[in-house]
């Protein structure tokens, strides 16, 4: 079957076969390899990307779900000059990774959270981000980031 | 990345559709209706079926409806459909409550509660709740449409007593009366819980005393039980009831055939169990 969907802003017509996740699609044949897959059991939220401003597992969400919709990954983040997100700019700036596997899945997760309530508190962001794992950072500076983010998108717009 | 194996996917216009497409592919077909639980048996070969059959797209059962005294929810509603309701926060917040703790934000976007209730996953939490509030399930099938209560629905750990062809088609849930206050609390320090618990209590007279008491325990068994024994020790003024938990606690136990397993050992979830039931009533009647 093919699948037509918008891909970080442009159209995009694949063909699939019905048992392929989304993640697959992504990373082996559209070849953005931002998608990181770790732990295939929805639970710690590496694989994140964006379907119609909604994080899902695209590890354990079929392909075939994202027809007609709208998909965004880490590579749709930065502006048409080249310019960081707000929310990879603040994981820079707050050392907010460290070996990175997960920080495609955070930077996602957070820019739902992000687009749904600019200025969240400290347990709004904790709740959110809840079913994202990350066993380097120790999450301070991820929570950190996030707010840092959130004042510069306030700022920003 | 572990690949699936090959399957197809239908595309159904009616539930009566749906119907007959799993009955004529039996044993290797099965409703297909969010996936987050599905993907990963079929992942892990736990179930093989070579025919999905996706109920999502089955206009009309998605959607919330409420009355003076009851919310019907689609089952192809998400968690997140639920949650963020207006009309389940208004009539039923234990409900929204309760759904914006499921899983993750992820499965909550896509995760179906129709999906969910029939998967019969031990660890559920909407189970639970739902059979302390009564909920009954709409179901239709090749002869004709069925109400089940949830503990006539789910019948064993990832088992469910819908007949081939069988579809959930909504949960129906009495809203609360005004002297019933609900709570649903849970303990968990991995990706699932080791205890859900929910109570419904009667307080004709704002907490002071409780008439009647409904508490359904599950993710520590095998599917979610209440305890006839339990609940009627629960009555009373409130300071006799608090008095009793501990003892409630353990009759809730001795009835429940705790399992030991990744959350925990048995001895452990009977320990959970009379710190939860305390904490549940406590939260019920004072809100916090």
Not at chain 2, 153 to 176: C, D, K
Not at chain 2, 245 to 256: F, K
Request: hydrophobic fraction near 40%; charge should be negative.
């Amino acid at each position: 079957m093919t699948v037509e969907f918008q891909l970080n802003g442009e159209p995009v017509s694949v063909a699939i076969e019905p048992r392929h996740t989304l993640a697959e699609v992504l990373t082996r044949k559209l070849r953005l390899t931002g998608t990181k897959v770790s732990c295939e059991a929805e639970v710690c939220g590496a694989c994140t990307v964006l379907v119609d401003g909604l994080p899902v597992s695209s590890c354990t969400y079929l392909a075939y779900e994202a027809r007609g919709k709208n998909v965004v990954t880490i590579e749709g983040l930065e502006d048409k000059n080249g310019n960081l997100h707000p929310l990879q700019q603040s994981f820079i700036d707050e050392f907010a990774f460290q070996c990175g596997f997960c920080t495609s899945g955070m930077i996602l997760s957070a820019k739902a959270l992000l687009d749904e309530n600019p200025n969240p508190t400290d347990a709004e962001i904790i709740d959110h981000l809840d079913g994202n794992i990350c066993r380097c950072t120790g999450y301070l500076p991820i929570l950190k980031a996030v707010r840092t983010a959130a004042t510069a998108m306030e700022n920003y717009s | 990345m572990t690949p699936l194996n090959r399957f197809e996917i239908h595309q159904p216009a009616t539930i009566t559709e749906a119907s007959r497409m799993l009955l004529e592919h039996g044993e290797e077909g099965g409703c297909y209706a969010g996936g987050t639980e599905l993907l990963l048996a079929l992942r892990h070969r736990a179930l093989q079926y070579q025919h999905l059959v996706d109920i999502k797209v089955i206009p009309g059962l998605n959607s919330i409806q409420a009355a003076n005294d009851w919310i019907d929810i689609g089952a192809a509603c998400t968690h997140r459909d639920i949650e963020r309701s207006p009309l389940i926060r208004e009539k039923l917040p234990v409900v929204a409550e309760m759904e914006s703790h499921v899983a993750n934000v992820r499965v909550r976007a896509s995760g179906t509660i129709g999906g969910n209730l029939c998967f019969a996953e031990p660890h559920s939490d909407p189970a639970t709740l739902l059979l302390a509030l009564e909920a009954v399930v709409r179901t239709e099938g090749e002869s004709g449409a069925r109400e089940l209560r949830v503990d006539e629905l789910i019948n064993g750990a990832y088992s469910n007593s819908l007949e081939p062809g069988e579809l959930l088609t909504s949960i129906h849930i009495p809203v609360l009366l005004p002297v019933q206050r609900a709570a649903y609390v849970k303990y968990q320090i991995r990706e699932r819980p080791a205890l859900g618990l929910a109570v419904v209590l009667d307080t004709p007279d704002g907490g002071a005393t409780i008439s009647q008491a409904r508490i359904a325990i599950g993710c520590l068994c095998p599917f979610p039980r209440r305890s006839a024994a339990a609940e009627e020790m629960l009555r009373g003024s409130r300071e006799e009831v608090e008095a009793l938990i501990p003892q409630a606690a353990e009759v809730l136990a001795d009835d429940a055939e705790l399992i030991d397993d990744n959350e925990g050992a048995a001895d452990y979830k009977r320990h959970l169990l009379g710190v939860f039931l305390r904490r549940a009533v406590a939260r019920a009647l004072d809100g916090a």
